[in-house]
DNA sequence: AGCGTCATTTGGATCGATCCAAATTTGCGA
DNA sequence: TCGCAAATTTGGATCGATCCAAATGACGCT
């Protein structure tokens, strides 16, 4: 860590400035109303008048107190994170704390070295979403006993305060909302089988299948990359035999748009021939052709509940470990229409 | 700022439990050469057995160096900012050091707020891409006179460090792509005239119509709101009067896509009887259909590069401010055909 | 004038690390 | 075995703020 040679100034210099003490000046910066006017905006005027900058690490030192929390994702370019990442960063600038942002690429390794990092720089809290693979053991041993952590996005094993989207619910919703338009060939397209929040959507899915007594088509559980080129790319595992589903469910909505261009390739028109359901409601499902039908999960939202919960933690390190579902919506569009009928005209 | 009553593990500590000073296990943590091995192997074992975390904030304090660079943006949910910031951490977490995020909502005064904020928590320096309307004398006053600031992506007045795109040359680049393919009528559709990018874009544009000596059409500059939806509906201008352009310089990919939706709409195909082309290459670009011809700038990389910078000139207050244009490439994809003939049918 | 009360201000110790000059130990050659 | 240089370790002062108990000042009342 290369020095910093800033011109330091510091409360002394301010102090001196107008003739008062260290501790008057500290009791001004942080608005005592033990100061008297006076004195105050002298102070005020000598610390403007000299620039000075208040160094809230010494502060924090001092005063064992602190003014940031941690963000660990595994990519910020995944929309979905960059949303919660705005939502959290919003709700902790309100109440003047800082971020640490941390990104682990999916790597646990990277995530280790990462955690440490940030918790060298003593934030009130974690919030964490756990690179595939990750073991509560190795995080706790590496954040320490007593930093709050919140776990988001993945399980984890252990003790933690957990928010996870209602991936089952979700799913359940989407595609009951098919089986609603009359669908009754729905495929389930897209994720990869080791991913949790794919195993959930896909019993969500299962739920509403057998809550209507339509029998399970293995054939139309289609793995994919979580991407939209590979999604594009596999649309033919959806048609290789007769009879082929009329909607998919998909794992989310990336894998959904790339559904509708590979769709839109084969000469086929989703909304129209064939419904398709995402998951997330990434800012561009509203904007794709045609817009998304989808689950909407409020991700900046969500980052402002998660970083309310942990500074609540940090606060009263006695309140308990929870989980908590977050609650989803079903947002239909213009991408989930009724089958075609049996002519394979559309409806 | 609240309390926080973690359990507080010391260097002393540490020293205590295994018969050393202060000092030794300092130099221990630090990687020093001057501590015995035994030593260093006993400490190491303590240091872990007990569980201890390492303060850099009080170890900052003590050097006068730093381990954090702050980085404000106006919104995190756009996918460039996203990709930017992705880059900046990247590069930061590889040299041991800590992104304070920042985001601005495009508000000058929240802006201001969280200069101060990141300020206060002694960062090497500052990568800043200013809200609209920003004024470089508010920026200087807030963040002091000795920490390096980087401005990116948009113009700020006085002496900074100043990374732009070179918007000029990309359009440029994009226009004479056009004129090669035998275009003659090219509009310069979408973006705000106040926008400083979009004025430099237009001018790369109209260099080029210039350089091949063609005429410029005032009514085929279209300015538009540089969203996907309102490119969209503005198609319409492009087509009021005969002849009409057969290609278009879109001011970015939000635009681009926007049009090619709304050329669709309206009965045309992109890429077949019109030539579009992007600025900035989002993911989505290769996607959309037809895939869009654009001008790269690999945002990921200019971020990696940000932040070298910063700590460039953190290392080394006395280098001068520098002016970079970010380089830009043309990726040609479909979007860009050749102009139909006269008879109006596709090439 | 003397005194108690309340408002305001203050210096010394401290947070957890590093710096530095000096102390101690070790190794080696004579 | 002794001496000296090199290797290793160490305690006290310090970074820039806060805490705290105690000092000072202002004011009203008898």
Redesign the pocket.
Known sequence: MP?TPRQ????????KGC?????????V??GS????????AKVEAEIRRIG????RA??N?????TSSVGLVVNDLSNPFFAEFAAGVDEALAEVGYVTLLGSTGESVERQQAVLASLAEHTPAGIILSPAEGSKGAAVARVVGEYLPVLVFNRELDGDWDYFVMDNRHGAQLATEHLIALGHRRIAFYGGHRASSSCRERREGYLQALGDADIAVEPRWSIETAPTRLEAARQVGALFVRDPAPTAAVCYNDAVALGLQLGLVARGRHPGADFAVVGFDDIPEAALSMPPLTTIATAPRLRGRQAATRILERARDRSIATEHRAIPVQLIVRESSCPPPDSNGTPA
């Open positions: 020095k330091n100034l510091t409360l002394n210099d301010v102090a003739g008062v003490s260290r501790a008057t000046v500290s009791l910066v942080r109303p033990l100061v008297h006017a006076d004195t105050r000075y900058i208040y160094n010494a502060a030192l001092r005063a064992q107190s």
